[in-house]
C-alpha cells in the first residue's frame, strides 16, 4: 500500500530520477515527473497528487513558484520546494504558494546525499504535518 502520492517537478532528470527511485523505495507512488510547470498542471489534474515536490527554476514557461500557487489554487494541492536559491525574494514569493516546506540545497550536485536528507524531510513531513498551508521551512546543506 502506497505511503502517498507524489508528483515530481524538476527540469533536471539526473535529480528527477533520483527522487523517483529513493522516494519509491520508501513506499511513496510517484504518479508523473514534469519537467515543466504546465507539465505538472497537466499531470496533477487527472493524477491529483498528495503532494508536489518543486523546483524553483524551470527552463521553460512557469517557474516553479507560479506553477505551485495555480496547483495551491486551482486544485488545493500543497507543493514542498526543493532548489538551490535561498534568496529572500525567492522565499517570499514561495510563501504566497502556501508550500508545506522549502529545502535550500547548496550542494544540489551531490544528488545521493541531498535524496537522502530529503526522503528523511519527507518522512517526518508525512508523519507528523500531512497539511501545515502556510508554514516554510529552510532547511541549508552544508
Known sequence: MS???ILIVEDEFVVAENLRAELES????IVGMAFSGDEA???ARPERPDLVLMDIKLHEGM???ETA???RQELDIPSFFLTAF?????LERAKLAEPL???VSI???YLLRITQQFSQIIKIFFAKYVIVPSSILEITMT
Not at 520508501?26 to 507512488?29: F, L, N, P, S, T
Not at 535561498?86 to 525567492?90: A, H, K, L, V
Open 26 to 29: 520508501m513506499g511513496y507512488e
Open 3 to 5: 505511503k502517498g502520492k
Open 86 to 90: 535561498s534568496d529572500e525574494s525567492f
Open 41 to 43: 498542471l497537466e499531470l
Open 107 to 109: 550542494l544540489k550536485l
Open 63 to 65: 517557474d516553479g513558484i
Open 69 to 71: 500557487i495555480h496547483l
Open 101 to 103: 516546506g522549502y529545502l
